[in-house]
């Protein structure tokens, strides 16, 4: 039986309901009692709703998981899992998934799961994701994919994978993309062979990531919210902006002024699928590229804003090292997957 470790984080799979309303208080040994299944290796995080995390907390996720998984050379003892399965609030799991395939270089199978009915519903549906993906992480199929994410018999690659529901219990899926794997019966079957992205970058654990804000665009944008990210300290900003990546000239004139004073600008649509392109002049993308901003092909602008934020880590602050990580991301971005 491989062995695989549960690193469980709180989220609606966790949690019960309290007086001031819904909070996670069951253990990961309380999750896979209530699922029937057995870990040795089991961690808790004592870390609340995942939608009130910061940047950090998710970073000490991913470096929790790299942990538990140790060393990924062979022949260095039984005690390395197989894989592990993380549970995690539903809210921001597409985020922290995305996090570990950019800081994660590792071929065993990390895989996030959750639920949309807490811990003591009467019709739970935890117990169901867990078993899907204690299974997944089992898999030889599920090896060398990067951080999955599998939730009601779908299993995402971390890339593009977003919540699609706030109640549904099919809660996630992959917008222009899809599932990469099924689990049903605790059967992993292969829907199409993946590449996984590379891991972008090693940043050390005492480098933190740096702030990156994220600024809807919108008819009627002004440059106010973009200031005050800039002025809040952001060392980059991603523009959410609509269609192909359009927004108005009144942004356009303050994303020119932000990258020449060392800001890096990502542009990402609101839309949810297809890629952002520079089409259109008068406020347009066309105008935000001769502004200086980098484009995120199809990245949501919560995974964008997590590539641009490791793409700035330790790039010493300098003009010039903004515009390498800006770089980076664009291209890293255009990556085929
Ligand atoms: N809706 C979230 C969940 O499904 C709430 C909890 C959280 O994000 O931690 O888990």
Redesign the pocket.
Same mark, same amino acid.
């Given at each position: 039986m491989p062995d695989v470790a549960l690193v469980a984080t709180? &989220? /609606?799979?966790a949690?019960t309901q309290e007086h001031g309303g819904r909070t996670p208080t069951s253990s990961g040994r309380d999750l896979l009692a209530q699922a029937g299944l057995n870990a040795s290796n089991v961690h808790d995080l004592d870390l609340g709703?995942?939608?009130a995390w910061s940047l950090e907390t998710m970073r000490q996720v991913v470096e929790r998981v790299r942990d538990v998984l140790g060393p990924s050379a062979s022949g260095s003892g039984s005690t390395r899992p197989t894989g592990v399965v993380v549970t995690h &609030? /539903?809210?921001?799991m597409e985020e922290t998934v995305f996090l570990a395939s950019l800081l994660l270089d590792e071929r065993r199978p990390v895989v996030f799961t959750?639920?949309?009915e807490p811990y003591d519903s009467h019709a739970p549906d935890g117990p169901g994701n867990l078993k899907d993906a204690f299974a997944v992480a089992s898999s030889p199929k599920a090896r060398g994919r990067g951080p999955l994410l599998c939730f009601d018999g779908s299993v995402f690659t971390a890339r593009g994978v977003s919540k699609v529901e706030t109640l549904s219990k099919h809660a996630f899926d992959a917008p222009g993309r899809g599932p990469a794997l099924r689990v049903h019966d605790g059967r992993v079957t292969e829907l199409h062979p993946m590449r996984p992205l590379p891991p972008l970058r090693n940043v050390p654990p005492d480098t933190g990531l740096p702030r990156v804000d994220i600024v809807a665009s919108y008819p009627g944008a002004d440059a106010v919210t973009l200031r005050a990210s800039a002025d809040a300290g952001a060392a980059g900003i991603v523009l959410a902006a609509p269609g192909t990546g359009n927004t108005t000239p009144a942004v356009v004139a303050e994303v020119a002024r932000l990258t020449a004073a060392g800001t890096a600008v990502l542009v990402c649509s609101r839309v949810p699928s297809g890629p952002v392109l520079p089409l259109y002049a008068g406020g347009g993308g066309a105008d935000l590229l001769a502004a200086g901003a980098v484009f995120g092909d199809d990245l949501s602008p919560w995974q964008g804003r997590l590539l641009l934020s490791v793409a700035l880590a330790g790039s010493g602050g300098t003009t010039n090292g903004v515009v390498r990580a800006a770089h980076t991301v664009g291209d890293w971005a255009k990556n085929p997957s």
């Amino acid at each position: 039986m491989p062995d695989v470790a549960l690193v469980a984080t709180g &989220g /609606t799979i966790a949690s019960t309901q309290e007086h001031g309303g819904r909070t996670p208080t069951s253990s990961g040994r309380d999750l896979l009692a209530q699922a029937g299944l057995n870990a040795s290796n089991v961690h808790d995080l004592d870390l609340g709703g995942s939608f009130a995390w910061s940047l950090e907390t998710m970073r000490q996720v991913v470096e929790r998981v790299r942990d538990v998984l140790g060393p990924s050379a062979s022949g260095s003892g039984s005690t390395r899992p197989t894989g592990v399965v993380v549970t995690h &609030g /539903t809210d921001t799991m597409e985020e922290t998934v995305f996090l570990a395939s950019l800081l994660l270089d590792e071929r065993r199978p990390v895989v996030f799961t959750g639920a949309q009915e807490p811990y003591d519903s009467h019709a739970p549906d935890g117990p169901g994701n867990l078993k899907d993906a204690f299974a997944v992480a089992s898999s030889p199929k599920a090896r060398g994919r990067g951080p999955l994410l599998c939730f009601d018999g779908s299993v995402f690659t971390a890339r593009g994978v977003s919540k699609v529901e706030t109640l549904s219990k099919h809660a996630f899926d992959a917008p222009g993309r899809g599932p990469a794997l099924r689990v049903h019966d605790g059967r992993v079957t292969e829907l199409h062979p993946m590449r996984p992205l590379p891991p972008l970058r090693n940043v050390p654990p005492d480098t933190g990531l740096p702030r990156v804000d994220i600024v809807a665009s919108y008819p009627g944008a002004d440059a106010v919210t973009l200031r005050a990210s800039a002025d809040a300290g952001a060392a980059g900003i991603v523009l959410a902006a609509p269609g192909t990546g359009n927004t108005t000239p009144a942004v356009v004139a303050e994303v020119a002024r932000l990258t020449a004073a060392g800001t890096a600008v990502l542009v990402c649509s609101r839309v949810p699928s297809g890629p952002v392109l520079p089409l259109y002049a008068g406020g347009g993308g066309a105008d935000l590229l001769a502004a200086g901003a980098v484009f995120g092909d199809d990245l949501s602008p919560w995974q964008g804003r997590l590539l641009l934020s490791v793409a700035l880590a330790g790039s010493g602050g300098t003009t010039n090292g903004v515009v390498r990580a800006a770089h980076t991301v664009g291209d890293w971005a255009k990556n085929p997957s």
